[in-house]
């Protein structure tokens, strides 16, 4: 995954002081706990927030600009992330995370309850250390609380068949695209750039976050444990339809009732039979036009952006992180 | 427990209106949660740490307070104590609090981890609508770090019968200690008190904040459940070895070693019986000679602070709350 920004050398060095700051504070005086956070922090994490809100930064006032201060947000954004994946696995009761052990399988839910509230206290910490005279401070919580929330409403529409695309998109602009929307924000913010960038910031954030959990919900239909690094198809055993099911069930309840009804009776081989029948019937199809309209509209605000080697760098990561093999 | 402040009619309006502060706070769009999180509200919580809290400002200058501003400042405390509460009863697997279900036990781990998630949101908002140009945001992002170690410290210790009273104490002193101390320190700095006021008051807090400790864990020894509205030697039966059982342990290890041994498989007839040898050992004495100590340290500092209404009322809440009937 290093390999990855080899592409993109402007954030590269950027991206590599916050991992280093990342590992830093989760030294915790507990040696499990910091074992399993210096491995999440190194299991290849891209740190895709960090470099979302590094590149919006560039296209702002460089002379204006704290270089500690923005490896500090940059940390806290990856940080609130990590948080809420710790927490997530735990609710799932996933084995694996990034293509490693989750926390909770590895060391028990207690300590992934814990290891999460700290990771939200360093988030804290680097806010208040950061932004303590800024709005943005409010600004954090609030997100912090539109994720939380998007968790929540993921979680209460769980094995509820006639869940709406409405419900569906209000989880994920929550629990996805809210941080994608703040990295942008925040950059564009934190690097002193004009009020315009910043608008055109959060929508893009917004905008790419949303396409991004639809392209990764379509995995879930799609792709095999190598390619992936997680178990597939764990979605609907759990019981969490997303939008291909979503598209499909509108169409075809009474074809899917018969496994769906068997909730968390249902076997691997038959969430196997719904993801094929998805598939067929061009439920992953249609999540994918819509994944795809929402990058579009992220490309025309990109295309309103300033002419930049930085805007040339956010097209580039825009299509490498949207436009994957399906 | 709305009776126990009738005899502090000094804080008891502001008490009222912290609690409905809280309870407004806690109104999630998620009804499972928000009925969870309105009954812990009035379930008995004393406030105590909001009650600290109002006792101090009163020592401060009454011109130079705003009234709003203490209110939040009261309710950050207790939503900060209800949050690792919720957190905690995840770990202990515990069916009861005040008297009443935990939240995990009602609603499952998955509402619980998330209750406990959203509450550190809403305390972090409440502090960054309060201080946001005050060095206490990072004073609170460190009590609630050093609050979460604690915790952290006590399961890392878990059925370790080498356990010694420096571990105990360093447990305490996070988990317990540390939001006492601030609630104190916030309440002398935010009422605007003099310096030395917020000295004592950090102190007092932190002497009373581990009395109030060795006292609880003292009960898990001598109460029952009605007296105390909580499963009784629960501790023991988790492998939370506290102060009677640690004073115990270092003179007869070889007397509790054949029950210890069995960890997580000791039944509740045998955790009666270390609670018997413990008593009768003079485990208890010494773990209540010991809050002693701390309680007479803590009445010492009282002393110390300007002659007042508000100081009366503290010796009184101390008395009340330490001097329990065993």
């Not at 209000?170 to 690097?191: I, M, Q, Y």
């Given at each position: ?31 499990e706990i910091k074992q399993a956070l210096v491995e999440l ?286």
């Open positions: 995954m290093e390999k990855f920004w080899t592409y993109f050398p402007l954030i590269q060095q950027q991206l590599d002081e916050t991992r280093l700051l990342i590992i830093e504070k989760v030294n915790s005086r507990n040696k922090t190194n299991s290849g994490g891209k740190l895709l927030r960090p470099a979302f809100f590094f590149i919006f930064t560039q296209m702002g006032n460089a002379d204006q600009q704290d270089r500690q201060q923005l490896i500090k947000i940059a940390a806290s954004l990856e940080i609130l992330h990590m948080a809420t994946l710790i927490h997530d696995d735990i609710i799932d009761d996933s084995p694996l995370r990034r293509g490693t052990q989750t926390i909770q399988s590895r060391y028990g839910k207690d300590i992934a309850v814990y290891t999460g509230d700290l990771l939200f206290t360093e988030f804290f910490d680097l806010l208040a250390d950061t932004m303590k005279n800024s709005k943005y401070l409010q600004v954090n919580a609030h997100s912090m609380k539109r994720l939380l929330l998007g968790e929540l409403d993921q979680m209460h529409t769980r094995y509820n068949q006639n869940i709406t695309i409405t419900d569906y998109l209000r989880s994920v602009n929550g629990k996805t695209a809210e941080l994608f929307s703040l990295s942008c924000l925040e950059g564009a913010h934190f690097g002193h750039a004009s009020k315009e960038i910043e608008q055109l910031a959060r929508r893009i954030g917004r905008h790419i976050g949303i396409a991004f959990q639809v392209y990764d919900d379509i995995l879930d239909y799609t792709a095999t444990t190598e390619t992936l690094q997680k178990p597939t198809i764990e979605d609907i055993a759990q019981g969490v339809y997303t939008l291909p099911l979503i598209f499909t069930l509108q169409e075809h309840p009474a074809l899917l009732a018969p496994y769906l009804n068997k909730k968390e009776q249902l076997t691997a081989e038959e969430a196997a039979e719904v993801a094929s029948i998805v598939q067929q019937l061009d439920g992953v199809e249609k999540a994918k036009e819509f994944a795809d309209l929402m990058t579009e509209k992220a490309r025309q605000d990109i295309a309103k952006l300033p002419k930049s080697t930085s805007r040339k760098q956010l097209q580039k990561l825009t299509e490498l992180l949207l436009v994957r093999k399906y």
